[in-house]
Nanobody, 115 residues
Framework: QVRLVQSGGGSVQAGGSLRLSCTVS????????INWYRQVPGDQRKLVSA???????HVADSVKGRFTVSRDNDKATAYLHMSALKPEDTGVYYC?????????WGQGTQVTVSS
């Protein structure tokens, strides 16, 4: 059974930092790309960042220079490092993997940035 368990998040003031974690079980983590999405009420989930199984990374233009993504294959965990946070970064963050055309999602974690 594939499970993605997220941790981290919370409430910070603008300019602060947070780290989100996504631990995967039930699947060979090292071969998977991990994607991070953000969702705000009334909108669909949008890709924020991704890391491939070779370590290649992608970050959305809106968070470039502030967010980075990393992975620890030994811990089967991916991380989203968020710094210089802005109120517009507020939302529920989800990690996701895709296997055989099926998406598996973490439970989501709330990030709230106050001005």
């Amino acid at each position: 059974q594939v499970r993605l368990v997220q941790s981290g998040g919370g409430s910070v003031q603008a300019g602060g930092s947070l780290r989100l974690s996504c631990t995967v079980s039930g699947f060979s983590f090292s071969v998977m790309a991990i994607n991070w999405y953000r969702q705000v009420p009334g909108d669909q989930r949008k890709l924020v960042s991704a890391i491939g199984n070779n370590g290649d990374t992608h970050v959305a233009d809106s968070v470039k220079g502030r967010f980075t993504v990393s992975r620890d294959n030994d811990k089967a965990t991916a991380y989203l490092h968020m710094s210089a946070l802005k109120p517009e970064d507020t939302g529920v963050y989800y990690c996701k993997i895709n296997n055989n055309a099926r998406d598996y999602w973490g439970q989501g974690t709330q990030v709230t940035v106050s001005s």
